[in-house]
């Protein structure tokens, strides 16, 4: 009998191709992680929690089959899911790990879909599109109509968030703070929308994972919620960059995951 089929966060291979890609990229999350230390230490992190910010939302859905052409329903319930989680209301929050309880706080941060498009037009923050394309990859094809999918809106104004069918047994994935604007956002499979989301991805959680990293973009609307990111997380580099499979969280802590953050630290040091 086969192993189950297991979906894994692709954010690791996107992170390593940008690097590879634009020379700007590392000494762009350099820049970036110099200015959370800055904000810690003046207390602008701490300024930062005192009030809420809402950050506008653009969901991209792009579908070849109707089945993937996920309902405006959907893509309401994940917002609030969203938002659940970021304002620490989520039903399940007692059951955080005892290792992390002094973490879960209120990050004062709320999601909202977008009411104006760039253009100032109307809009109920949701853009759908036809493809041809069977599955998207992590090349960000996925954001780009000249590969079957469609832009970006301006990364300085809105979230923006893909919805598609993924291939290589992806999940989703995100792109690091300090890459191209054009591509800046978190893309997710269709089936992890609700009310579809499968069993072991945590009730549709996965666009949380995903838009973690996204809290050190550093420029406004999004920019703004950097020091509290920042003082609830200290840096991007305390994700997970193992990139390997995920069938929900864990059930306490994982001490690989201070060993990454400390060799990506080490390795920031070298570079400067």
């Known amino acids: 009998m086969s192993p189950a089929r297991r979906r894994k966060c692709g954010a690791m291979q996107v992170h390593e191709r940008l690097s590879e890609e634009f020379p700007s990229y590392r000494a762009n999350q350099l820049r970036i992680d110099e200015f959370t230390e800055r904000a810690l230490q003046t207390g602008e992190a701490q300024r930062a929690m ?5 950050i506008p939302v653009v969901v991209h859905v792009v579908y ?7 309902s405006k329903q959907q893509i309401n319930t994940q917002i609030s899911v969203l938002n659940r989680d970021y304002r620490a209301t989520n039903p399940d929050a007692s059951s955080v790990p005892a290792a992390w309880q002094s973490l879960v706080t209120d990050a004062k941060v709320q999601f909202k879909l977008a009411t104006k498009d760039p253009r100032g037009r109307q809009t109920n923050g949701v853009t759908r599109t036809k493809t041809d394309v069977e599955a998207f990859g992590p090349d960000d094809s996925v954001k780009r109509a000249s590969t079957g999918g469609v832009g970006a809106w301006p990364a300085n104004k809105y979230l923006n968030i893909w919805v598609c069918t993924l291939s290589e047994d992806l999940l989703g994935y995100a792109q ?18 609700p009310p579809f989301a499968r069993r072991g991805i945590n009730d549709a959680t996965l666009v949380q994972r995903e838009a973690g990293p996204l809290g050190q973009v550093g420029q406004p609307p ?51």
Do not use: M
């Open 222 to 272: 999004i920019g703004r919620f950097t020091a509290r990111h920042a003082e609830q997380n200290q840096s991007w580099q305390h994700c997970d960059h193992r990139g390997g499979a995920w069938a929900g969280c864990g059930r306490g802590p994982v001490v690989r995951r201070r060993r990454c953050t400390g060799h990506a630290r080490r390795r920031a040091r070298r570079r400067r």
């Open 50 to 54: 005192r009030r809420l910010i809402t």
């Open 176 to 193: 690091f703070p300090g890459g191209p604007a054009r591509t800046d956002g978190v893309v997710i499979l269709h089936r992890v929308s």
């Open 64 to 70: 070849k089959r109707n089945v993937e052409n996920i």
